[in-house]
């Protein structure tokens, strides 16, 4: 992107700054959008702060060039930089951004993911209404027996859904002792209490 069309400028909390086009982020976030068209400060000076809560220069700098036309979707997500990129592009209202790391991180459940990450994943997940990965950890808490629920204290409603999961699961298993047969069941409950009985 040329110098020119760089016309805003971009201030964090650490006192860096980087250049970016007003277009490219009034296009992509309806957030922007209303910060530069309007009569406020941002529009008026064309100067974006970032705090230091929504996220870091690099932070920013990686979702600024998901966002630019015709290489953003060529920018890899990774480990280091899904959770900026999943709290900015919520922050910002960026949807498709945000299904593109929705879809990277349902890749990364499985079966075999640890504890502590399905946590932090189902709470991040929570927060940004990441509703898919949200159904998904959940699914998987509630078929491990020992899991660590405290840290969802924060989120009450959370709470109760992976509850509600964990009381669901346990009736599955309550019906196949008493059946001793899972082929009454629906092809994905009797996939689940194949899981839940291992």
Request: with cysteine.
């Amino acid at each position: 992107m040329s110098d020119a069309c760089e016309d805003v400028t971009i201030q964090f909390d650490d006192g860096t700054k980087m250049m970016a086009s007003s277009h490219v982020l009034s296009l992509a976030s309806p957030v922007f959008r209303a910060m530069l068209a309007s009569e406020l400060r941002e529009g008026l000076t064309k100067r974006v702060r970032i705090s230091a809560e929504v996220g870091t220069q690099e932070a920013f700098h990686a979702f600024y060039k998901i966002l630019l036309p015709g290489i953003g979707l060529l920018q890899p997500l990774t480990h280091s930089s899904i959770d900026s990129m999943v709290a900015m592009s919520h922050y910002y209202q960026v949807d498709a951004v945000k299904r593109v790391c929705e879809i990277w991180l349902l890749r990364q459940m499985n079966d075999d993911t640890a504890d502590d990450v399905l946590i932090k994943r189902v709470c991040q997940a929570h927060v940004n209404r990441l509703d898919k990965l949200r159904e998904r950890c959940i699914n998987l808490i509630a078929e491990r027996a020992n899991i660590e629920l405290s840290p969802l204290a924060k989120h009450p409603d959370l709470l109760l859904d992976v509850s509600n999961s964990i009381r669901y699961c346990l009736g599955l298993m309550r019906f196949h002792c008493k059946r001793r047969n899972s082929t009454a069941l629906a092809p994905t409950d009797a996939k689940r209490l194949r899981r839940l009985l291992q």
